[in-house]
């Protein structure tokens, strides 16, 4: 009968073991699964970005170093390593100040405020960072559900043991770049 209760024992532990490691398995995929939102939502506007400053190239020739920037910052995020969420969100933050600063020089021109093609592309971008604040609440809220396990008794145990570790939020640094850019037209 002992050796029955011992069996039991040790097989329910070994069954909330496995429960515990599979909870921190599938919280890690959830983290992967949301950081492949945010990627693919930063690739849209990645790829909108060509086209909305040559829209402005063409009414705004002057205006060289403010589409410069842009079009630099773009191609600096495209450098970010893949895992490095700190040194993404920094660059993509930049991103959107210089953004902020190209519809404020297009508030100049009339006439590319008026242009059917900017404002197709200013609604794709606003669309597309719509869909990349969604991402954004997604991944982080997946982020907290890893770290939790990762630092609470008993699943703590298990993540030492099997190298699960806390992951970083995507959070922008700079409070100023917390702001959408709103343009009115």
């Known amino acids: 009968m002992t050796f029955w209760i011992v069996v039991a024992v040790i097989g329910a532990a070994a069954l909330y073991l496995i429960t515990l490691y599979n909870g ?45 920037a842009v079009t630099d910052l773009r191609t600096a995020a495209s450098r970010v390593p893949a895992g490095d969420v700190a040194g993404r969100a920094a660059v993509e933050g930049q991103i959107s100040q210089a953004l902020g600063r190209l519809f404020a020089v297009a508030e100049a021109y009339p006439d590319l405020k008026a242009s059917d093609n900017f404002r197709e592309l200013q609604s794709a971008l606003d669309k597309v960072e719509d ?50 850019p709103k343009v009115s037209f």
């Open 24 to 68: 921190l398995v599938t919280k890690r995929q959830m983290v992967e699964e949301g950081w492949s939102g945010i990627d693919v939502q930063l690739k849209r506007r990645s790829d909108l970005i060509p086209n909305l400053v040559e829209t402005v190239k063409g009414y705004a020739t002057h205006e060289k170093a403010t589409l410069e």
């Open 131 to 180: 869909a990349l604040q969604m991402a954004r609440r997604y991944y982080n809220g997946a982020v907290r559900g890893l770290n939790v396990m990762v630092e609470s008794f008993p699943s703590n145990l298990v993540a030492g043991k099997f190298g699960f570790t806390k992951a970083e939020y995507f959070e922008i640094e700079d409070p100023a770049d917390r702001a959408l």
